[in-house]
């Protein structure tokens, strides 16, 4: 059984992986300030609850948006295994073309989803990564990464909302019955969440023009449930795209 973990600014997804199939998906929230005996305690726990043994932990691959959380997954594992995760980055085998500007600032997150979603999906695809951030990116025909563009998220632009002004409140992540809402709350919901969607009916338009041809628009990340349903467009929601992806780089470069 393979441990893969992505960890995002604000959560922790962590899944148990046997060959094709993920047996076991847990989150936890992030928190750069704990160590990886605090971690590894934490995940002790989790695997206990779900009735996962250890032992059967083979290997471990691990993407990481925060940095300082890099090295206390490794050792948080480390601990948990006696294994050396693979740390999703510079040197490591993916079998992703990426045709950016600097391949080097692609996050190890959008590495695995990508390569996750070449394994899945007819080319050319629009990933929608609905996190912190929205990241949204293209696979074209021939499968290279040729970029995209990223948003403020969902969670995130409601914080704005709550804080940035006097009087609105902060407000459940769902929509509300019509999207011309008649208080406050509902409106806030709308705004937000209608949005969203129409935010990646808009941008998937906008990527289509550029590419002269259409995509298959593929979401997932933890906001993803709570605005697919509500695009114009058809939208695949797969929320288990980054562990596949990370599932196939640990078979690329898993020792022998």
């Not at 600014?9 to 992986?17: A, D, E, H, S």
């Not at 500007?101 to 190890?108: E, F, I, K, R, S």
């Not at 040729?146 to 804080?163: C, D, E, N, W």
Request: overall charge negative; some cysteine.
């Amino acid at each position: 059984m393979i441990f893969a973990v992505d960890v995002g600014n604000t959560n922790i997804t962590i899944g148990c992986l046997e060959g094709d199939e993920i047996s076991y998906v847990f989150r936890i929230s992030t928190n750069a300030a704990r160590t990886a005996d605090e971690y590894a305690i934490q995940v002790n726990n989790m695997l206990a609850f779900n009735g996962i043994e250890r032992t059967k932990i083979s290997g471990a691959v691990i993407s990481c948006v925060v940095p300082p959380l890099t090295r206390v997954f490794r050792e948080a594992v480390n601990l948990l295994f006696n294994v050396e995760a693979i740390v999703v980055g510079a040197g490591v085998k993916t079998g992703l073309n990426i045709m950016i500007d600097d391949p080097g600032q692609l996050a190890g997150d959008m590495v695995a989803t990508a390569v996750g979603a070449l394994a899945a999906y007819p080319l050319p695809i629009l990933v929608v990564d609905m996190g912190t951030a929205t990241k949204m990116f293209v696979l074209d025909r021939n499968g290279s990464f040729i970029g995209g563009a990223i948003l403020p998220g969902v969670a995130l632009s409601m914080y704005a909302l709550a804080t940035g002004t006097a009087q609105l409140p902060r407000v459940p992540i769902e929509a509300p019955t019509r999207s011309i809402s008649s208080n406050t709350i509902d409106c806030i919901k709308s705004g937000v969440i209608f949005g969203a969607a129409a935010e990646i009916d808009g941008m998937t338009q906008r990527f289509e023009e550029e590419l002269g041809e259409p995509v298959h628009v593929v979401a997932t990340g933890g906001l993803a449930s709570a605005v697919y349903q509500h695009c114009r467009r058809d939208v695949v929601h797969d929320p288990n795209l980054i562990l596949r992806g990370l599932g196939m780089i640990y078979e690329r470069n898993k020792r022998k």
